[in-house]
């Protein structure tokens, strides 16, 4: 079954507008009157990384291009971490990761970028079902443990804004809590958006194609800097499910070294990988 009715997303672009200018406007103006505490920049970090993390091994590897196997308590804490990014649920965003990669460049290609920077960036966003094709979810719906974080994707999304508020909180009371909560929650979900944005538009109009010409992919390797690794994106079409996006030992993917260390710990396993 194919959707292919074209709506605006009212919510998405209401709740991306609020997220956009919190951060642009909010967050500069509460930093000039009030500051940001020590706490909040650490939290910012560790959630920025965990969250990244939580899309690109989680959502991105594991469950879209089944690059490794897990632990099933490995595998609900990424969904959980994935979650926190408010990327959508796993079963949608890896839905049309799948479908990107088999319609690339195509008009059934979620986040075309033959259509131009912004709509591959976040453009695509504030339509609602362009082109849904259900068959690239039926896979993904057999597997409980993502049918359990998309039923539950809303409180999940919330319980990640809410633990740099309580961190906050418990450091230096409400002003402490929206503090933290602005630069570690609001701001924070703001830049681990565009950094993925950024591999669908970026990593498919600017950078090289070493190792193959059959799409628009391709490598960036500063975009790997903001993204764990993803800005290998040419290496990564060519190959899908090898668990690296950064092929050489020198290339920046943390996402392939966290992947390769749940391995050595014994909690990953069947570790996709081409052979050149």
Known sequence: MTTTSV?????????????????????????????????????FAVLYVVTGLGITVGYHRLIAHRSFECRAWVKACLLVAGGWALENSALRWCADHIRHH??????????????????????????????????????????????????????????????????GLIHGG??????????????????????????????????????????SSRDSWWISLITF???YHNYHHMYLRDYRNGPEWYHFDPSKWLIFTLAKLRLAYNLQRHQA
């Not at 951060?23 to 930093?31: N, R, S």
């Not at 809590?177 to 669908?200: E, P």
């Open 102 to 167: 088999a319609r690339c460049d195509q008009p059934e290609d979620p986040y075309n970028a033959k259509r131009g920077f912004w709509y591959s960036h976040c453009g695509w966003l504030f339509v609602k079902t362009a082109h849904r094709e259900e068959k690239y979810e039926i896979r993904l719906r057999k597997d409980p443990l993502i049918m359990w974080q998309h039923r539950y994707y809303v409180p999940i999304v919330l319980s990640g804004l809410a633990l740099p508020f309580v961190v």
């Open 229 to 231: 690794g993803e800005g």
């Open 7 to 43: 709506k605006p997303d009212y919510l998405t672009i209401v709740l991306f507008f609020t997220i956009t200018l919190a951060t642009l406007v909010g967050l500069p103006l509460f930093g000039y009157f009030h500051g940001f505490e020590t706490v909040d920049w650490v939290m």
């Open 174 to 215: 409400w002003m402490g809590g929206l503090s933290c909560f602005l630069l570690a929650g609001v701001g924070r979900t703001f830049f681990v958006l565009n950094s993925t944005f950024c591999i669908n538009s970026i990593c498919h109009l600017w950078g090289s194609q070493p190792h193959g010409t059959g799409d």
